[in-house]
C-alpha cells in the first residue's frame, strides 16, 4: 500500500472526506460516478412527471409552489452533476449515457402522474423517501457530494411539505378528491417503498458502498424509517392504508409491511415501465431539436470573447 | 364572468399568460440552465399578476378572488396582449416573444411608477427590478442568436416577424391607456428606437408588412392559440366547480 | 461532440464585510452568462448580495503531488501563533 492509498484509508476511517485530487480508489471513482450521475439524471428526469401538470395546477399558489419545486429539482440535477463533474467525467458524457441507455435514474419516475393528486403524493411519498435517503448521505464520504446534499437538503425542505399540503386539500375536499388521493396514495405507495433498493441482502453494490462510508445507512434501514414516520400521515389524512399488512409491531418496535413485487421493480428499472420511453424520448428530443441554440451561443462566444490563450 | 375593463387586468391577463407560456418551457429549454431562468421569469410573471388581480379584487368589492379572475374566465373576458399568447414554436419565438415585451413591460411600468394610484406605484417599483432582469437575460439571448450561427440568425428573423404583427396593437392607445400613462406617444418612440437598435447590433431587421385587420386586445379579441392555453390552464377548476384547491 | 459549454467556478458574498465563498460551479457558454446562471442557481433564496465567476480552467492549483512539500513546512512554526508565548495574566489581555 502506498502513502496515497493509506491516506485514503485513515480519512475514511476517521470520517473525514475526500476532496476531487485526493487519491482515491479506481472503483470507488467509479461507484461514485455511477450513483451521483444516476441521482442527477433523477432529478432531471423527475421535472418530467410534476411538469405533466404544472400548467394545468388548478390555483396560482400551487402553480407558482410547484413552479418553483421543478426549478428546485433542475436546479438540484445540476448541483449533482458539478459533483460528478469533478470525478473526472463531462455532464455531456453522462447525458449521452442516459441517452444511451447506461445511465439509469430512478424508476419512480416512469410511473404517469394521473390526476392533480398525485401531485400531492409524489411530493409526500417520492420527495419524502428521497428527502430520507438524502438526509442520510450529507455524511457520505465524498466532500463535493456530502456538501451537495446539506444544500439540497436545505432546499427541498418544502417539498415534502408541498405535497402533503395537496394531500390534505383533497383529502378533506370533495368526495371527488378524496378519491383521488386515495388512489395516488395507492399508486405511489409501493413504488416510493422500492426507490430505496433492494433489500439489504439483496443488494450488490452496498456492501463495498457502506464500506467506503459513501452510503452511511443500508436501504432497509432507511426505508423502514420511511415508513414508520409516514403511517401517521396517512392515519391523519383519513386515507385507507394500502397495505393490508401495515401494522405495528411491539416486538420489532417497527411497522411490518407486506413483501414488494421486486419484478415489477426491476423490469422498471430495466425499462419496461409504463413511461420509461416516454420519458428518455422527451429528454432525446428536447436535447437534439435545441442543438442550434447550444451551437449559437458557442459560436457567439467564440466570436466576442476571443481571449489571449 | 363580467368585469368592468381596467388597465389592471390588461396588465394582469399579460402577465399570467406570458407566465403559462414561459411554464411550458420547463423541461423543454436548450440547457437546464435556461429552464431554471425561464422558470424564474415565469414566477416573476404568476407573481405580478396575483399582486395585481388583488388591486382589481379590491376596486370590485371583494365579488371575486385572483384565483376566480384566472380560471373562470373565458377567451373573451380576457384582456392581454395578443403577442404574449404566441406559442412557442422554438426556443427563437421564446426570446424574440420575450424581449418585445419586456421592452415594452418596462416602458409601461417606468411610467406608471410616478402614478398617483399608490398600489400601482408601489407594485411598479418592484416590478420594474424584475422586467429589467428579464430584459437584460432576453436580450443577451437576442445577441447570441442574432449573431450565432446562420440558422439562429434564420430562425430569429422567422419568429420576428411573425411576432411583429402583434406590436401594433400595443400602441393603438384608448382613453383608458391615456388616464394612466403619463406619456404614450414617449412609450412609442422609446420602444421603436430601442428595439430597432437592438435588432441593428445583432443583424436583423424589423421587415415591414401590409396594415392587418386585427381586432384590438382592449376588446377582449385573441388569436385561436388563447383558447387552447386556457382550456390546459382551467380544467381543474372547471371540472370541479366545488372543489377548493 | 458539442463544444463551447464552459464550466465557471462560482464565489458569493453573503453579506457586506463577509470574504467571498466557493459556492460550486455553473455552466455557461459566455461571461453573462454563466453570471445569469450562477445567479439563478445559487441565489434563488437571497443567498447574495455579490457574484463571481470565474472560469475553472484559469485556477491555478498545487500539484497533488507537492501538496507535502507545499503546506507541511508550515506545521512546525508554532512561534507563528499566539500562544506560543507566555505572558503573565496581571498584564491584561494582549
Known amino acids: 500500500m502506498d502513502k496515497f492509498e493509506a491516506a485514503f484509508n485513515e480519512l475514511i476511517e476517521k470520517e473525514l472526506k475526500i476532496e476531487p485530487r485526493d487519491w482515491m480508489p479506481e472503483k470507488y471513482r467509479e461507484h461514485l460516478i455511477r450513483q451521483v450521475s444516476q441521482h442527477a439524471h433523477s432529478e432531471v428526469i423527475g421535472m418530467q412527471p410534476e411538469g405533466n401538470w404544472l400548467l394545468r395546477a388548478p390555483s396560482l399558489r400551487s402553480k407558482q409552489v410547484l413552479l418553483a419545486k421543478i426549478q428546485d429539482e433542475a436546479g438540484h440535477g445540476l448541483y449533482l452533476y458539478s459533483v460528478a463533474e469533478t470525478l473526472g467525467i463531462s455532464r455531456q458524457e453522462m447525458v449521452q449515457q442516459l441517452h444511451e441507455g447506461k445511465a439509469k435514474y430512478s424508476s419512480i419516475f416512469n410511473y404517469p402522474t394521473l390526476t392533480w393528486a398525485d401531485m400531492g403524493a409524489v411530493g409526500w411519498l417520492v420527495d419524502g423517501a428521497a428527502i430520507t435517503n438524502q438526509v442520510s448521505l450529507q455524511r457520505t464520504s465524498y466532500g463535493p457530494y456530502s456538501r451537495g446534499m446539506v444544500r439540497i437538503c436545505k432546499e427541498e425542505s418544502f417539498h415534502q411539505r408541498q405535497g402533503y399540503e395537496i394531500m390534505m386539500q383533497m383529502a378533506f375536499g370533495t368526495p371527488e378528491q378524496k378519491e383521488m388521493a386515495q388512489d395516488a396514495l395507492n399508486r405511489f405507495w409501493f413504488p416510493a417503498l422500492m426507490m430505496f433498493g433492494p433489500h439489504d441482502k439483496d443488494s450488490a453494490h452496498s456492501s463495498q458502498a457502506m464500506k467506503w462510508k459513501i452510503k452511511i445507512e443500508s436501504n432497509d434501514h432507511l426505508r423502514q424509517k420511511f415508513i414508520d414516520h409516514t403511517v401517521k400521515q396517512i392515519e391523519y389524512l383519513g386515507l385507507k392504508s394500502p397495505d393490508p399488512n401495515m401494522k405495528w409491531n411491539e416486538a420489532t418496535g417497527h411497522y411490518d409491511h407486506s413483501p414488494f413485487n421486486w419484478d415489477e421493480f426491476w423490469n422498471v428499472v430495466n425499462g419496461n415501465g409504463p413511461c420509461n420511453q416516454e420519458r428518455l424520448d422527451h429528454h432525446k428530443k428536447v436535447h437534439n431539436d435545441n442543438k442550434w441554440v447550444r451551437e449559437a451561443a458557442a459560436a457567439y462566444a467564440l466570436k466576442t470573447e476571443t481571449q489571449v490563450a | ?245 | 461532440m458539442e463544444s463551447g459549454d464552459k464550466v465557471w467556478e462560482v464565489f458569493i458574498q453573503k453579506k457586506a464585510g463577509l470574504p467571498f465563498k466557493h459556492a460550486g460551479s455553473v455552466h455557461g457558454y459566455d461571461k453573462k452568462m454563466a453570471l445569469q446562471n450562477a445567479r439563478d442557481l445559487y441565489t434563488r433564496r437571497g443567498e447574495g448580495r455579490e457574484l463571481w465567476v470565474v472560469e475553472a480552467s484559469n485556477i491555478v492549483a498545487v500539484p497533488l503531488d507537492e501538496a507535502d512539500a507545499f503546506f507541511d513546512p508550515a506545521d512546525d512554526k508554532i512561534y507563528r501563533h499566539p500562544t506560543f508565548y507566555n505572558i503573565p495574566d496581571s498584564v491584561g489581555h494582549m
Open chain 2, 1 to 245: 364572468m363580467k368585469i368592468k375593463k381596467h388597465v389592471f387586468v390588461r396588465l394582469a391577463d399579460t402577465s399570467v399568460i406570458l407566465g403559462q407560456r414561459l411554464a411550458e418551457m420547463c423541461s423543454n429549454g436548450p440547457t437546464l440552465e435556461e429552464d431554471i431562468a425561464l422558470s424564474n421569469i415565469s414566477l416573476d410573471l404568476f407573481g405580478r399578476a396575483d399582486e395585481l388581480y388583488k388591486i382589481v379584487a379590491k376596486l370590485e368589492g371583494d365579488k371575486f378572488t385572483p384565483d376566480d379572475y384566472v380560471f373562470r374566465r373565458n377567451e373573451r373576458e380576457y384582456y392581454n396582449i395578443k403577442l404574449v399568447e404566441q406559442p412557442n414554436e422554438d426556443f427563437a419565438w421564446v426570446i424574440a416573444r420575450q424581449f418585445l415585451h419586456d421592452v415594452y413591460a418596462r416602458e409601461v411600468f417606468t411610467q406608471l411608477s410616478s402614478s398617483k394610484n399608490a398600489d400601482l406605484a408601489g407594485i411598479s417599483q418592484k416590478v420594474l427590478k424584475e422586467i429589467k432582469y428579464s430584459y437584460v437575460h432576453s436580450k443577451d439571448w437576442m445577441n447570441r442568436l442574432g449573431l450565432g450561427t446562420e440558422e439562429s440568425n434564420t430562425r430569429l428573423q422567422k419568429a420576428l416577424d411573425h411576432l411583429m404583427k402583434y406590436v401594433d396593437e400595443l400602441f393603438a392607445f384608448d382613453e383608458l391607456d391615456k388616464t394612466y400613462l403619463a406619456d404614450c406617444e414617449k412609450l412609442k418612440s422609446i420602444w421603436f428606437k430601442e428595439v430597432d437598435e437592438v435588432l441593428l447590433e445583432s443583424n436583423l431587421k424589423r421587415n415591414p408588412f401590409p396594415p392587418l385587420s386585427m381586432r384590438d386586445y382592449r376588446d377582449g379579441f385573441h388569436s385561436e392559440h388563447m383558447g387552447h392555453l386556457l382550456s390546459i390552464m382551467q380544467y381543474l377548476p372547471r371540472a370541479y366547480p366545488d372543489a377548493k384547491w
